[in-house]
């Protein structure tokens, strides 16, 4: 196994702030687990230095886990290591207000011969061919109508 690419090392102020953290009762779990991550895997002169392996099970975590909180404190400090991370939902939607006017006349409208209804896969063919939508999946054609309160049926 290739060594470790982040190495923690805290000084004596750091161990003393995040063992003040875990002895406190008013600090949120997860926050304790980081903490506790942290000095677990302290490679520093008052650190045990475990692997993540062993500090994961010591935690009761995932040794994935481990790896990040100690990526984030490596690169982005003491502070970022004892968050959770941020997720970024900044993925632009695939059926906008325009194309979602669209969807609704094709599933209100009359469906292709020899079909009785529309279903949500004939529907994600039509936005594409009709070229509403560069790309487009039945999920996606489910939750704009889920979300308009329209029933195929």
């Given at each position: 196994m290739p060594g470790k690419?982040?190495?923690?090392?805290?000084?004596?102020?750091?161990?003393?702030?995040?063992?003040?953290?875990?002895?406190?009762?008013?600090?949120?779990?997860?926050?304790?687990?980081?903490?506790?991550?942290?000095?677990?895997?302290?490679?520093?002169?008052?650190?045990?230095?475990?692997?993540?392996?062993?500090?994961?099970?010591?935690?009761?975590c995932g040794s994935a886990t481990v790896e990040r909180v100690r990526k984030q404190l490596v690169t982005q400090g003491l502070e970022a290591a004892l968050q959770r991370p941020k997720i970024d939902y900044s993925a632009q939607r695939l059926i906008d207000g325009d194309a979602e006017a669209h969807l609704i006349?094709?599933?209100?409208?009359?469906?292709?011969?020899?079909?009785?209804?529309?279903t949500l896969r004939l529907l994600a063919e039509k936005m594409v061919t009709l070229e509403i939508v560069e790309h487009c999946s039945k999920d996606s054609v489910h939750r704009t109508l889920k979300k308009t309160n329209l029933s195929l049926g």
């Open positions: 690419y982040y190495i923690v090392e805290l000084t004596s102020e750091e161990r003393r702030l995040l063992k003040r953290l875990i002895n406190t009762g008013k600090t949120a779990a997860y926050k304790q687990r980081h903490a506790r991550i942290l000095l677990l895997a302290d490679e520093g002169r008052e650190g045990p230095g475990m692997i993540d392996d062993d500090v994961a099970k010591a935690v009761g006349a094709l599933a209100c409208g009359q469906p292709p011969e020899g079909r009785n209804r529309w």
